[in-house]
């Protein structure tokens, strides 16, 4: 069996490559040329190139993987960006982008048994806010309040529009774990003993280790479902002090100085960091859509349709996962 991964070369791309390598897949990396291969497998992956940005590039690249190869029996669309300088190309990389190569797998006749797109819980922005916090369910209607989550929103509307394309749309909470760079940074904030929250409203936060979140794609791909949407997630919600207190507790530090502040400081810093992000040309971790992410209080969501249908049960309690990935940042000299 063949799988394109797109996006291999990414935090969660490069694990379904190793994923697919375990369970026998033939796996085939989908990727731009400059992209670095530093987290895959220096063996046993085949690797295409492929232009999200083109109609005629995407044509002619699957045109000519066709003729040589055929066409993959499934694919697990991971490419995307999760943030950016110009809000723009949030969606001309992941509406357009796939828009794009759905298209293009159409014209052709190369749509796969089952294609799987990596999608986020944050198409549903901030519902179910009023406390007691309820799960977000599937049935709710979605309210994206972020330019990341509105372009994943699309994105799904237009595969799922598409008659006759056999899709699944994963939309996983909060993923963390080895080689992510965001969670990353709370670790080294921890370590230098300050840890900083805001607003006084109470939240839930919830959380997919990465290895849950690849065993939970791959149930899809392996089950007989298709046409389905899906949230991922631990079931258990946790407090805003939770992640940071497992990074405590496993770096072994004594004293950390927690600052909570209100929502509209978050606000003001954001600004500031999406100003020096535009004169630097790098994109930032804190930005406009990130305040909103984090001023959210309710990350709850309903686990139960991947649960019954799909048979998936996370391995990796929030304790777990940091304990995991504190241990390979050291290992990997990131700590």
């Given at each position: ?72 029996d499934y694919i697990i669309h991971a490419a ?54 309820s799960p977000i369910k599937e049935s709710d ?12 929103c699309a994105a799904e509307r237009y595969i ?176």
């Amino acid at each position: 069996m063949k799988v394109l991964i797109t996006g291999a070369s990414g935090f969660i791309g490069s694990f379904l490559v190793e994923k697919g390598l375990e369970l026998g897949y033939e796996v085939w990396a989908g990727m731009r040329g400059k992209s670095s291969k530093k987290f895959l497998p220096s063996t046993g992956v085949k690797y295409v190139e492929l232009d999200f940005s083109s109609s005629d590039s995407m044509r002619r690249q699957l045109a000519a993987y066709k003729q040589d190869y055929g066409a993959w029996d499934y694919i697990i669309h991971a490419a995307g960006l999760t943030k950016c300088i110009d809000k723009k190309d949030f969606f001309r990389v992941n509406e357009e982008g796939t828009r794009i190569f759905v298209d293009s797998l159409n014209e052709l006749g190369m749509q796969p048994r089952k294609f799987v797109y990596l999608s986020s819980l944050s198409v549903f922005g901030p519902v179910r806010e009023e406390q007691p916090y309820s799960p977000i369910k599937e049935s709710d209607v979605m309210q994206p309040n972020t330019e990341y989550g509105k372009s994943k929103c699309a994105a799904e509307r237009y595969i799922i529009e598409n008659a006759g394309f056999p899709y699944i749309i994963m939309r996983p909470t909060g993923v963390y774990g080895p080689r992510e760079r965001d969670y990353y940074k709370m670790a080294v904030s921890i370590k230098k003993h300050v840890d900083f929250a805001v607003g006084y409203k109470p939240q839930v936060i919830t959380f997919i280790y990465v290895k849950d979140l690849v065993k939970a794609i791959y149930l899809a791909m392996e089950k007989p479902v298709e046409n389905r949407c899906y949230f991922v997630s631990e079931p258990a919600g946790y407090n805003s002090r939770a992640f940071s207190d497992y990074i405590q507790k496993e770096l072994g530090i004594g004293y950390v100085l927690h600052i909570k502040a209100p929502v509209w400081v978050l606000w003001v810093i954001s600004k500031c960091a999406e100003w020096f992000s535009y004169i630097t040309k790098k994109p930032s971790t804190l930005n406009g859509d990130k305040y909103k992410i984090m001023k959210q209080r309710n990350w709850l969501c309903d686990t139960s349709p991947i649960e019954n249908e799909l048979g998936f049960v996370a391995d990796y309690s929030l304790e777990k996962g940091v304990e995991e990935t504190i241990e390979w940042y050291k290992k990997e000299k990131w700590l």
